[in-house]
């Protein structure tokens, strides 16, 4: 592997490497303390030497910040999807991407510092400190998913939007009429009665402008009741998106590690949906115990990768990826015969005896299979524990 790829492996924000990780930590660390130089700058009885370690922090920040964006510049090449087109044509659709114009514009306080001096730079940066939350927000967990969440939902917001906007201009046009006469600052135009309109639409009710004829609080009645339909109608769509959106990318996590397990080979694509609904992963660490004895059989598990030490007669037995493991207990409705310990860190797969009766009635065959394993295991559990045959 190459200098750039490893470098690209690091910087890769889809990577779960521990250097990863300690890479985006200590990004979103700098982050925040450049957020917070910044802010401190403002300050006017900010002491001087006070005012000159905030300029300091600052421009430390976004000299980072400009590395950063070189180095990133330098690794585009390696990205999987840029693996068709050349190096050069590779960073310049990374700079013209969303990710590479936060990152450019992350580094215009460097700009402020080399024109302004060091003691200027909280001063003349401080404008820039949404740009730094912008690029905060590109490390946020979630934030990729509300995007696609928005997105996918564009149509309902869309219409949302749409009635969001007729309740508005109607509520402004209806107490423009009814208050005029009366409070002529406050609702002498249409455009003078949005502020109100706004306020009381959306329920925040500053009570800075209020109606004060009979019909104008009439009309602000329906509006407060419409403000809350209009707000739960909203939330009712993102909640509904947020669920499909996070239920089909769960549905893919565990289609890839249901493909890793060879005793899912031989099943087809439509039986292979079909269990995909109804199994979920787990992952635990070295050493963890997974099952103990005695404890009820709700449960069998399928090994996506690492190793399980089952503990069960004189020699204990060791499965490997591919292989499962709590069938017996679930088969024969009895207890946990074994205890199962982690020995290396696992991913797992799990299926609850509710799914797996029901998977029963649709895939017999997948039933049969991990029946006639149970019955082979139960024989070889029998073989170790028998006592050995003395011959006279």
Not at 19 to 48: C, F, K, P, Q, Y
Not at 229 to 255: C, D, H, S
Request: glycine share 8%; proline share 5%; net charge neutral.
């Amino acid at each position: 592997m190459t200098l750039r790829q490893r470098v690209y492996a690091v910087l890769d924000s889809e990577r779960l490497s521990p250097a990863a990780r300690r890479l985006r930590a200590a990004e979103i660390i700098a982050i925040l303390a450049g957020l917070t130089s910044v802010a401190a700058g403002t300050i006017d009885g900010l002491a001087t030497g006070a005012r000159a370690l905030a300029a300091g922090a600052t421009g430390v920040v976004a000299t980072l910040f400009l590395v950063e964006y070189l180095i990133r510049l330098w690794v585009a090449p390696e990205a999987p999807h840029h693996s068709d087109v050349s190096d050069t044509r590779a960073r310049l659709r990374w700079a013209r991407s969303g990710e590479g114009i936060v990152d450019l514009l992350a580094v215009i306080p460097v700009i402020a510092v080399a024109s302004g001096g060091p003691s200027s730079a909280p001063d003349s940066a401080s404008m820039f400190v949404l740009l730094w939350v912008l690029k905060l927000a590109a490390h946020a967990p979630g934030v990729e998913l509300i995007i696609r969440v928005v997105y996918n939902e564009r149509r309902a917001l869309g219409a949302v939007l749409v009635l969001f906007i007729i309740a508005l201009l109607s509520a402004a046009t209806l107490l423009h009429l009814a208050e005029e006469a009366g409070q002529p600052d406050e609702y002498g135009s249409i455009p003078a009665s949005l502020w109100w309109a706004i306020v009381t639409l959306t329920t925040t009710g500053y009570g800075d402008v209020v109606p004060k004829t009979v019909f104008g609080r009439t009309v602000a009645g329906g509006v407060m009741v419409c403000g809350v339909a209009v707000l739960a109608l909203l939330a009712g769509i993102l909640a509904t998106g947020f669920a499909e959106e996070v239920k089909r990318r769960e549905f893919v996590r565990i289609w890839e590690l249901v493909a890793r397990v060879p005793f899912f080979a031989e099943v087809g694509a439509v039986a292979i949906s079909d269990i995909v609904g109804r199994l979920r992963s787990r992952n635990y660490p070295s050493g963890a115990m997974i099952l103990r004895r005695g404890t009820p059989g709700d449960a069998m598990y399928f090994i996506v990768s690492g190793e399980v030490e089952v503990r069960v007669g004189a020699q204990p037995v060791y499965l490997r990826d591919g292989a499962f493991f709590g069938e017996m207990a679930l088969l024969d409705r009895r207890p946990r015969s074994a205890d199962v310990v982690a020995v290396s860190a696992c991913t797992l797969l799990i299926l609850n005896v509710a799914e797996f009766y029901q998977i029963a009635g649709q895939q017999p065959a997948l039933v049969q299979a991990i029946e006639a394993e149970a019955k082979r295991r139960h024989a070889d559990n029998r073989t170790r524990s028998a006592p050995p045959v003395v011959d006279d």
